[in-house]
């Protein structure tokens, strides 16, 4: 039962290996923390002094033990939902381009956060790529794409989620959980960053499939 669960699964290497460098990055994040969080965070303030790779690293460490686990968890979540559309090289330019676009969205639009750490901004960002791509569904043995209900649902959804964060703010339970403020418009952003990604992704593959022909 198990292992037939496992099938269902995208469990071989190109599809698993992005995902696991990241909870690899972020676990060693977490565990040195004490050494690098005052040299990696997100800090606006060291940004504007010309600090710019906290852009990137901030998103790989986390206030607690409980933030990593959410963070990490809804990670795998999402890979266990949409791990056959990863590749190595997709899922690190969707991490790269979402974790860039949350944080400029921060540091432009966002100036009340001087300080933010997590993956939770780079996930928003993953969940509408995956779903984006499940709204028209391929399949590798006909090689013919079908539109699926549930892929639309999913960015729905998320659209909802989004909106409703900014109207009401967040959950004070999460709040208290990870011992932080959750930074609502980092969600805003980091799905803004997979919006831009996935719209690139599909202007790629239709380039590349037109010059294949031609």
Known sequence: MILKTLNNFATDTQHMSAIMLIS???LFGY??????????????ELIEQG???????????????????????????????????????????????????????LFYFSPSITQYVGLSGILHGLFIFGAALDVSYKD??????????????????IIIKLAYEQLFGANEQVSML???????D???WGGTGGLIFILLYWLNYRLTKQSTVS
Do not use: P
Not at 31 to 44: A, M, P, T, V, W
Not at 74 to 96: E, P, Q
Not at 143 to 153: C, D
């Open 31 to 44: 565990f040195f923390d004490e050494q690098l969080s005052q040299l990696f965070i997100y800090n606006r």
């Open 140 to 157: 590798k043995s006909t090689g013919k794409a079908s539109f699926r209900v549930s892929g639309l649902l999913m960015l729905v959804g």
């Open 186 to 188: 980092a969600h805003l």
């Open 24 to 26: 690899l990055l972020a």
């Open 51 to 105: 600090q710019i790779w906290r852009i990137i690293t901030g998103h790989l460490l986390h206030t607690n033990g409980y933030h990593l686990v959410l963070n990490l968890s809804a990670l795998w979540m999402l890979w266990a939902l949409h791990g056959h559309y990863y590749s190595f090289k997709n899922i690190t330019s969707l991490f790269i381009t979402s974790g860039i676009i949350c944080s400029i969205g």
């Open 178 to 184: 990870i011992a932080a403020k959750v930074a609502i």
